[in-house]
């Protein structure tokens, strides 16, 4: 009686398990992932196409000789005009003898001169970052925005600034309102500097160093 107990036992343990082995097999071939025939299109980026929601977008409002835009979906720049929409993400050029002004409502307003290089790196309202390359820029700001400039970031809160870069140097001339202006050492040491209406930094960066220059 025993015997036979456990030989009805063990087959249906043997049962149970193939049931559950089976259904487990099906779920896994059911979540493969099916790639795609190598010859059908591969979706295009959603970052290419369309920025996110929360942005916002800017303008070139003003060009005089020459200016360029790196856009979303190029891989390149191209002439660009007054009148051209600037989405997160894109850079604005100016060339040789160029100027441009770029323009985001209520935000601030940057105008370019030769050969500068300004990318909209962040255009969301409550975390606005710019990166400027190279170049000249005033910048009239209207709301708090950031400011990325070789190894240092540039919080301006209002009124205009103008940043300058030379290569490895750089200076940051407060003509009114107030700047935070930070940087990281050469010990990865991050130091904050406040500088108001009349104040200029200028910024060895490959040294690493701030030098101040105007009465507090």
């Not at 010859?39 to 005089?64: E, K």
């Not at 991050?190 to 060895?204: K, M, P």
């Amino acid at each position: 009686m025993t015997k036979d107990f456990f030989i009805v036992f063990a087959a249906f343990f043997l049962g149970f398990a193939g049931v559950i082995g089976y259904q487990y097999l099906r779920a896994q071939r059911d979540r493969a992932v099916i790639l795609p025939a190598p010859d059908a299109p591969l979706p295009q980026p959603t970052f290419a196409l369309v920025p996110p929601s929360q942005a916002v977008s800017g303008m070139l409002i003003a060009v005089t000789g020459h200016a360029q835009k790196l856009s979303r979906e190029d891989s390149e720049y191209k002439e660009a005009s007054a009148g051209a929409t600037i989405l997160v993400g894109e850079s604005i050029a100016t060339k040789d003898l160029s100027a441009a002004t770029a323009s985001v409502s209520g935000i601030m307003t940057a105008t370019m001169g030769e050969s500068s290089t300004l990318v909209f790196a962040n255009l969301f309202p409550n975390n606005f970052v710019l990166q400027q390359k190279s170049g000249n820029v005033d910048y009239r700001v209207f709301s708090p925005i950031s400011v990325r400039a070789l190894h240092a970031l540039v919080t301006i809160a209002g009124g205009e600034t103008g940043i300058h870069i030379i290569d490895t140097d750089m200076s940051v001339t407060v003509k009114s309102g107030s700047v935070k202006l930070a940087l990281v050492d050469s010990d990865n040491n991050t130091h904050v500097w406040e500088l108001s209406a009349g104040q200029r930094a200028n910024i060895d960066d490959a040294a690493r160093r701030v030098y101040l220059v105007g009465a507090r």
